[in-house]
C-alpha cells in the first residue's frame, strides 16, 4: 500500500506538475486540494481492502499533486529572492505535522477506538488549507519587493 501511494505521488507530481503550467498554479492546488479532502472523507468511511487501494491512489496523486502547485505558487506569489525561507518554514511545518500526527492520531484511536475523528481531523485541515489558498492574490512580488 505503502509502494503505491510513492508511485501515484510521483505520477501526480509530474502530470500535476504540467497541468499547473497550462490552468495555473493556484487552480491545480485547489484541485489536488480538494481531492485529498474527498479521499480523506473516503478513508474515513472505508471498510474493504479495494476502498484503501482507491484511496491511496487518488489521494497519493492529489498529494503528490499538489507539491510542485504548492512550490510554483509560492514562486509566483513571493518572487524567488525568497523562496528558500518560505519553503523552508513550510517545510518545518510539513515535518511537525508528520512528526506529531501519527501519534496523536494513534492516541485518538486508543481513547476512542476508532479512527473517525483523527481522520476528520486531516479532512478539516486539509478544507481549510483549501480555503486559506483561494484567499492568495497572484500577484507576483518583484525581486525588489515591490507588487507589479
Do not use: H
Amino acid at each position: 500500500v505503502f509502494s503505491l501511494l510513492g508511485v501515484t505521488a510521483v505520477v501526480g507530481r509530474v502530470f500535476m506538475g504540467t497541468i499547473s503550467d497550462k490552468i495555473g498554479r493556484k487552480l491545480t492546488f485547489i484541485i489536488c486540494s480538494l481531492v485529498e479532502t474527498g479521499a480523506m472523507v473516503w478513508l474515513i468511511w472505508a471498510r474493504d481492502l479495494w476502498m484503501l487501494y482507491l484511496f491511496v491512489v487518488v489521494g497519493g496523486f492529489a498529494f503528490g499533486g499538489s507539491t510542485p502547485a504548492m512550490i510554483a505558487l509560492v514562486g509566483d506569489t513571493f518572487g524567488l529572492s525568497n523562496i528558500g525561507k518560505i519553503l523552508g518554514v513550510l517545510e518545518l511545518g510539513f515535518g511537525v505535522g508528520a512528526a506529531i500526527g501519527p501519534a496523536l492520531g494513534g492516541l485518538i484511536f486508543d481513547i476512542r477506538n476508532s479512527y473517525f475523528i483523527a481522520f476528520s481531523l486531516v479532512a478539516v485541515v486539509v478544507f481549510v488549507r483549501t480555503l486559506l489558498i483561494t484567499l492568495i492574490k497572484q500577484e507576483r512580488i518583484l525581486e525588489s519587493g515591490q507588487g507589479r
